[in-house]
């Protein structure tokens, strides 16, 4: 249970009086953070930055489910590219143009996507003439 501050002590002496304890115990040592300089200390203060902090260490996006698929499409595409063996690459173009084709007819909101189904036999052959040049 914690400690009550007893009556006729005043809040802040009652206050430091605890925060002395702890120090004297330890509970401020080898903090997180300890002698490294405030973040964002000296800009201007934004009522959102909360916010901000959330989407940037969520990875949260906020763009429309149009350009998200686009941009899905382009990494994966660039993971494609170092995969071992073509039957992996087909897989990863069957998930991607079923994703496609969902976003397709069901997105209502933002640009339509606009995006055709990849062609499995063209991203195949990208795949092969890279896994080439790359001497695999």
């Known amino acids: 249970m914690t400690e009550r501050k007893p009556l006729g002590a005043s809040w802040e002496s009652w206050v430091e ?3 002395r304890v702890a120090q004297d115990q330890g509970a401020f040592d080898n903090l997180p953070g300890a002698g490294k300089p405030l973040t964002d ?3 201007e203060h934004d009522p959102l930055w ?3 902090q959330l989407i940037k260490r969520e990875q949260i996006s906020m763009l ?3 350009l998200e698929l686009r941009r899905k499409i382009e990494k994966e595409l660039a993971t494609i590219e170092t995969l071992p063996d073509e039957t992996a690459v087909r897989r990863r173009i069957s998930a991607l143009n079923a994703e496609i084709a969902k976003v397709n007819a069901t997105v209502l909101e ?3 996507t606009q995006l055709g189904v990849l062609d ?3 991203v195949v052959a990208r795949w092969r003439s ?3 040049d790359r001497g695999a």
Do not use: E, H
Request: hydrophobic share 40%.
């Open 17 to 19: 009086a605890r925060i």
């Open 41 to 43: 200390l000296g800009q």
């Open 50 to 52: 909360w916010v901000k």
């Open 64 to 66: 429309p489910p149009a």
């Open 110 to 112: 933002g640009p339509p």
């Open 120 to 122: 499995a036999d063209q």
């Open 130 to 132: 890279r896994a080439t």
